[in-house]
């Protein structure tokens, strides 16, 4: 809620607090900031607030506000200015692509993870994948406010756009022919690609991929849950970044 009001990218109608609710640090900043921008707080009892309320838990707050932007797929495959280089040029694009996520809780996972790590914006599918729904904002924690999205028809065919504009894909699969930890294309316009739950990265996605990279396990179960793995690449391609 407070980086919703903070990162000012979409319209907040008005913001809702539950009577009697713990007066926590982050409810003044949530009510400071909806003031300074002459958005209206409304105190009603926890009841109503939960019954309008599109997640479980909500904590005693909620805002209603304006979709999440889209931003043009093409344009998060160039270079931005978003999380500049310290020699303040342009940083090339770093975009995590999800290939049929399902479960909000690991898109806003991931989506938190992509904006810790500093990727340049994310692209999802319209069709077999989840969006950011209230869950996954949550999930979250504000990072929706700040990495920009991209949603595309077909994952294939908008990493092979991808490939036309300059940029690298990488996959990430467990039988990856390549350790994550040996790619040699981390400093290059980068798409990394993680797959769904159950199934992993599609056929014709794992096509279009430039290299499939695994993550080395060591232990008796064979993989990390998308989530955590995806979480580990894109913290690796930030580290390789940072130190190339």
């Known amino acids: 809620m407070a980086e919703l009001l903070r990162a000012g990218?979409?319209?907040?109608?008005?913001?809702?607090?539950?009577?009697?609710?713990?007066?926590a640090p982050v409810l003044a900043v949530i009510t400071e900031e909806?003031?300074?921008?002459?958005?209206?707080?409304?105190h009603t009892a926890r009841v109503v607030l939960e019954r309008e309320a599109a997640t479980e838990a909500p904590q005693g707050v909620l805002a209603h506000a304006a979709p999440v932007a889209e931003v043009d797929f093409d344009d998060l495959c160039r270079p931005c200015d978003r999380a500049p280089t310290s020699g303040g040029g342009a940083r090339q694009p770093f975009v995590l692509a999800l290939d049929g996520v399902t479960d909000p809780r690991n898109l806003g996972a991931l989506l938190r993870s992509a904006d810790g790590a500093g990727a340049t914006g994310a692209v999802l599918t319209r069709r077999r994948s989840v969006h950011v729904t209230p869950a996954a904002a949550k999930a979250a924690a504000g990072a929706v406010e700040h990495v920009p999205m991209a949603l595309?028809?077909?994952?294939?065919?908008?990493l092979a756009r991808a490939k036309e504009l300059g940029c690298w894909v990488v996959g990430l699969a467990d039988d990856g022919d390549t350790s994550l930890f040996d790619l040699t294309i981390v400093t290059e316009p980068l798409l990394l690609?993680?797959?769904?739950?159950?199934?992993?990265?599609s056929r014709l996605v794992r096509q279009?991929?430039?290299?499939v990279?695994?993550?080395p396990?060591?232990?008796?179960?064979?993989?990390?849950?998308?989530?955590a793995a995806g979480t580990l690449?894109?913290?690796e391609v930030a580290r390789r970044r940072t130190d190339g």
């Open 208 to 211: 279009r991929c430039d290299v």
């Open 217 to 227: 396990m060591a232990g008796a179960l064979p993989s990390l849950n998308v989530a």
């Open 213 to 215: 990279a695994s993550i």
């Open 193 to 201: 690609v993680v797959g769904s739950e159950g199934d992993g990265l």
């Open 9 to 23: 990218r979409r319209k907040v109608y008005d913001v809702w607090m539950a009577d009697g609710v713990d007066q």
């Open 233 to 235: 690449a894109l913290y």
């Open 152 to 158: 595309v028809a077909g994952m294939a065919s908008a």
């Open 34 to 42: 909806a003031e300074r921008r002459g958005i209206p707080v409304r």
